[in-house]
């Protein structure tokens, strides 16, 4: 599995251990801090979410917030 694809599968795990569901607003935080402390960068995680974000799964939203717009595939 490449370093991308474990990444992309722990924020997506994190994402929804958040809860994070269509129309829900999550704090950029609640998701950077525990995905540092599991061993990933920023960069690395903020690859994953300019990739989801170009896919239309997400997008950035004021105050370091992500909007969540479509449900999290399994």
């Keep these: 599995m ?3 694809a ?3 599968t ?3 795990g994190r994402l929804r251990a958040l809860k994070a569901a269509p129309d829900v607003s999550i704090n ?3 998701l950077g801090s525990p995905m540092r402390a ?3 960068s920023q960069d690395e995680v903020t690859a994953v979410l300019d990739a ?3 896919d239309k799964v997400l997008s950035y939203g ?3 917030r992500l909007l969540i717009l479509k449900a999290l595939s399994e």
Excluded: C, I, Y
């Design 10 to 12: 722990a924020v997506l």
């Design 62 to 64: 004021p105050g370091n």
């Design 28 to 30: 950029l935080h609640d």
């Design 6 to 8: 474990e990444t992309e």
């Design 52 to 54: 989801l974000e170009q």
């Design 2 to 4: 490449s370093r991308f």
């Design 38 to 40: 599991a061993g990933f």
